[in-house]
């Protein structure tokens, strides 16, 4: 069985520019979330999808943070503009969407703003 | 809100020893879950055990055990005779019955020393 795929790995971009990250889940996997994971801190929680629509999007900057997942399966996850503090891994993660289902991890993407 | 405190952010230990990560959390809630994710240098995060609150017995994946001390909301986690692919970042986790957001601790950083 394939894994959550990530790309890409790594991006550097100069602050007030745009990135985009895209997210492909496990087959069949009708929940994928969006996780922020800054330097020495666990990850926080940025959007949870059901199929194509949005659960929980609170911790979400929505003023530069955008999410899409048009067709209920991949999704991206776009920054526009970027800030200092942006750089971060981003973590995408899938589940089946059964109570407490176990989460499964992409590679994530490391992301550096300067 | 709920958090999770994990108050060791490294250790290390001779290969084939026994050593246990503490991991501490604040929650109102009665029906939550419980988690340890692992995630290697440069590798994806993935579930080493989770532990229903509701469960009285600790939950064990061969060589990993958790001490769940409900009233004192403590989750420690005992890898034994460890080996140096346990090598990795290690982060305690919540999850509320009902709800799917993982709130995550800041990790802890464990060496194997051959």
């Known amino acids: 069985e394939a894994g959550v795929a990530q790309s890409p790995r790594y991006k550097i971009i100069e602050k007030r520019q745009s990135v985009a990250f895209w997210c492909n889940p496990i087959?069949?996997?009708?929940?994928l979330y969006w996780y922020q994971q800054i330097l020495g801190q666990g990850p926080k929680l940025l959007i949870q999808?059901?199929?194509?629509?949005?659960?929980?999007d609170s911790q979400l900057p929505k003023d530069r943070f955008s999410a899409e997942r048009l067709k209920g399966v991949d999704s991206t996850l776009k920054i526009q503009p970027a800030k200092l503090e942006d750089s971060a891994v981003y973590l995408c993660?899938?589940?089946?969407?059964?109570?407490?289902?176990?989460?499964?991890f992409g590679p994530g993407t490391r992301l550096t703003v300067l | 809100a709920q958090t999770v405190t994990q108050s060791q952010p490294e250790m290390s230990v001779q290969e084939a020893e026994t050593v246990t990560l503490s991991c501490t959390y604040d929650t109102s809630e009665n029906n939550y879950y419980l988690f340890w994710y692992k995630q290697p240098p440069s590798r994806q995060m993935i579930l080493v055990i989770r532990?229903?609150?509701?469960?009285?017995q600790n939950a064990t994946e061969n060589r990993f055990s958790v001490n769940f001390q409900k009233a004192a909301k403590s989750f420690s986690l005992k890898i034994s005779d460890s080996q140096l692919g346990d090598t990795a970042m290690y982060f305690c986790?919540?999850?509320?019955?009902?709800?799917?957001?993982?709130?995550f601790g800041t990790g802890t950083r464990l060496t194997i020393i051959p």
């Open positions: 087959s069949g996997h009708a929940t």
């Open positions: 986790a919540f999850m509320n019955f009902g709800n799917e957001k993982l709130t």
């Open positions: 999808f059901q199929n194509n629509g949005v659960v929980d």
């Open positions: 532990q229903e609150a509701y469960k009285q």
């Open positions: 993660a899938s589940s089946l969407g059964l109570e407490s289902d176990t989460q499964y």
